[in-house]
């Protein structure tokens, strides 16, 4: 178990459609595990990843420059080879991401957050897309929420296409994803992003014309509402501290074109409006931002989702 950064050079990796056909061909899977402050979770994501029907190539865990003790987990898996690594300086979540990518030695590498849990068939899923056609270079899919089993969200849709994420992220976020390793090494996620960074990944790698595919099964398990996580964070948010929220939409607003960009800045300043302080303070932040339209809208749309949900 190493604790210490390995080079960043890797050799050139490549899948070919030839290598896909030998029998007993298999695919290399490392997985990604970010952590901050969380050590009990870690040890629930850990022990998925080594349920796993496919068994990963390696298993990275990139520690946000905790100070909480993760000796204890560690020591529960000491008998697999984890690498480690402890980040000198707390970076956010999508500098410890790229660690764990340029760390990383598979065909392919899934990410999960340490809040998360992946069931048992996930990383085979995952292979399956992979090897059913050497063109596909990135899969997603969808999830439960943890301990709600009738709360599940899968998207229908096989292919993710620019029309669908100009809607937002339907899909699921970064504990229901994977890429192959070029791909992510040409594409780095945005670490000046405080949110919305599963998303602006997606969309780049849209734009670059990356096959991106879904899996239309839950694979993965949510943990909604965690303690500090972004939706707690969100709730407790001053209306004047929104702006760098709302960044992901303001690097794509072009791509998005007016109305979208305008439904995507109003239902990230209203998200979970009936939680927050100062409602009428932020209805007028996304009336000044994008205009009374829009702001009207997005707030029709939460109701009709509370109706009907």
């Known amino acids: 178990m190493s604790e210490n950064l390995m080079s960043s050079t890797n050799p050139p990796l490549s899948i070919t459609a030839t290598d896909q056909k030998k029998p007993g061909y298999d695919m290399k899977i490392s997985v990604v595990i970010i952590t901050c402050e969380r050590p009990d979770y870690l040890r629930s994501s850990l022990q998925s990843v080594f349920e796993q029907s496919q068994k990963p190539y390696e298993v990275i865990v990139v520690n946000d420059c905790s100070e909480a003790d993760y000796s204890d987990v560690l020591a529960m898996y000491s ?6 690594v402890l980040l000198p ?24 957050d ?13 292979q399956q897309q992979y090897l059913s056609s050497e063109s596909i270079g990135a899969v997603i ?18 292919e993710v296409t620019a029309d669908e994420l100009r809607h937002g992220n339907r899909f699921s976020g970064m504990s229901g994803f994977s890429a192959k390793t070029l791909v992510l090494r040409e594409h780095a996620f945005d670490s000046q992003l405080k949110n919305g960074q599963d998303w602006d990944l997606f969309v780049r790698l849209i734009q670059h014309e990356v096959c991106f595919v879904n899996v ?18 969100v709730k407790k948010m001053k209306v004047e501290d929104v702006t760098p929220r709302l960044q992901s939409a303001i ?23 009936p939680s927050k302080n100062n409602k009428l303070g932020w209805i007028n ?10 702001t009207i809208k997005t707030l029709a749309n939460q109701v009709l989702r509370k109706i009907f949900n």
């Open 285 to 294: 932040k996304s009336i000044e931002q994008v205009g009374m339209t829009a």
């Open 141 to 158: 899919c969808g999830h439960r929420i943890m301990e709600s089993d009738n709360k599940i969200n899968i998207n229908k849709q096989y």
């Open 216 to 233: 239309q099964k839950a694979l993965f398990l949510y943990r909604e509402g965690t303690p500090g996580g972004i939706t707690a964070k």
């Open 79 to 84: 008998e697999h080879d984890i690498n480690y």
């Open 114 to 126: 340490d809040d998360d849990i992946w069931l048992s068939d996930f990383l085979a899923s995952h």
């Open 251 to 273: 690097k794509h607003r072009d791509w998005l074109g007016e109305a979208f960009y305008k439904k995507r800045v109003a239902e990230q300043i209203l998200s979970f409006l």
């Open 89 to 112: 300086l707390r970076s956010g979540a999508n500098v410890a991401r790229n660690t764990g990518v340029e760390l990383a030695s598979g065909d392919v590498i899934a990410f999960l």
